[in-house]
């Protein structure tokens, strides 16, 4: 007999409303829809996220995604078995407003709650889009979170170390801002940086004289903001190629800092499976090609989740609420939202809290 799982999972803890329904036939995931709606217009003008508006939009465009996920997947309320709901971390008034909209859905039908980590849900993709089995290193590069994770459960996360103040997806979208780029920056920035000089400036590579795997990209921005200035300051402006020599001597740098901490983390992770990673600075094929050249030179399979799923939306929290649920999790009506929700217990709180919101 076949068994099956049919679960909801909402998400909501940054600038993304999502939903989607997963399908669990004998174990292996069936994403059925997977519905996000970005705000980016909306906060296009403040030149960042602006935690009131986010939280608003969140609490209009929810119970919309939810028909639409439960539209595209041809099926209603009755046919769940669970609700899934990032409850953290994350801006407040985001986080509240799925964890409210799945407590709602979940009395109204008498279905099992299960409150998620959004960084489970990143971490556990591979294993929705690969079957990967644990453990497995990975990397978590976006605009809100940078963090090694060793990861042997659903629930079992060594943070092997993270930044201590922003986030790389942060650093590219400041950058693109100090250049007077439109955002999101981190396209805008690699796209740019192709026809530059990575050597003109000397950008600095911050920790990598420091053990660990810790990583800093605040002092990388500083230094691209003294470069600025001191062109404009000789030429009274910047030329297309001061742009493009600044943005790639910026990549360069992430790129090299992020290949050797990996390189780090790979050692300390023995007996991985995999080296995986996940968000939205994935995307930027010269660290993605950085990084894959890291896990050749160690021996290990690299794996790298198609965008959609790198990037905030709710297959993921499905996905991870239903590995939760299996494992005999059940949340109710007490599941708080937490702005901050470190992953790994044994760990501190990473320092930095961005306009991203807290990084856990
Ligand atoms: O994972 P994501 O969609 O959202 C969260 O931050 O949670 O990541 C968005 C971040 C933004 O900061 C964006 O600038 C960055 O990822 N990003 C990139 C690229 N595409 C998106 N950074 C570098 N290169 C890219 N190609
Ligand atoms: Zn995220």
């Known amino acids: 007999m076949t068994a099956t799982l049919t679960i909801l999972g909402l998400e909501s803890s940054c600038d993304d409303t999502a939903a ?18 970005g705000q980016s217009d909306l906060h296009a003008d403040f030149g960042g996220i602006v935690p009131e508006i986010a939280a ?31 409850a953290g971390p994350g801006l407040i008034g985001g986080v509240l407003s799925g964890v409210m909209c799945a407590k709602g859905i979940a009395a109204a039908r008498g279905l099992p709650l299960v409150g998620v980590n959004h960084l489970a849900g990143h971490a556990l993709t591979p294993r929705l889009t690969h079957g990967l089995a644990y453990p497995y290193l990975m990397l978590l590069v976006s605009g809100g979170h940078c963090q090694f994770l060793l990861v042997e459960g659903c629930d079992r996360f060594t943070r092997l170390g993270g930044t201590i103040d922003d986030a790389p997806g942060e650093a590219f979208d400041k950058t693109a801002r100090l250049l007077g ?13 192709k026809d530059g000089d990575a050597r003109r400036f000397t950008f600095p590579r911050p920790l990598l004289d420091r053990p660990g795997c810790d990583l800093s990209f605040s002092g990388l921005k500083t230094a691209l903001l003294r470069e600025r200035d001191r062109i404009v300051a000789e030429k009274s402006g910047l ?3 001061d742009r493009a020599d600044l943005c790639a001597g910026f990549q360069r740098a992430v790129s090299d800092v992020l290949a050797e901490k990996s390189r780090r983390a790979l050692s300390a992770a ?5 080296f995986c990673v996940a968000g939205g600075v994935a995307a930027n094929a010269t660290i993605r090609a950085a990084l894959e050249q890291v896990a050749a030179e160690h021996g290990t ?7 959609a799923l790198c990037t905030d939306n709710a297959a993921m929290i499905a996905h991870a609420g239903a590995e939760l649920f299996l494992s005999g999790h ?28 807290a990084k856990a």
């Open 301 to 307: 399979e690299f794996i790298a989740p198609p965008l």
């Open 56 to 86: 608003r939009a969140h609490a209009e465009k929810l119970d919309i995604c939810v028909q639409q996920a439960l539209d595209k997947a041809d099926i209603g309320l009755d046919a769940l078995d669970a609700v899934a709901v990032t």
């Open 330 to 357: 059940r949340d109710d009506m007490t599941l708080a939202a937490r702005p901050r929700w470190p992953l790994d217990r044994q760990s501190p709180s990473i320092l930095g809290g961005g306009k991203r919101g």
């Open 270 to 274: 023995t007996g991985c499976s995999a």
């Open 20 to 37: 989607a329904v997963l399908r669990l036939v004998d174990g292996v995931p069936h994403i059925l829809s997977s519905i996000v709606q």
């Open 239 to 241: 030329t297309r190629k």
């Open 181 to 193: 780029l439109p955002q999101p920056g981190g396209p805008v920035v690699e796209h740019t940086a």
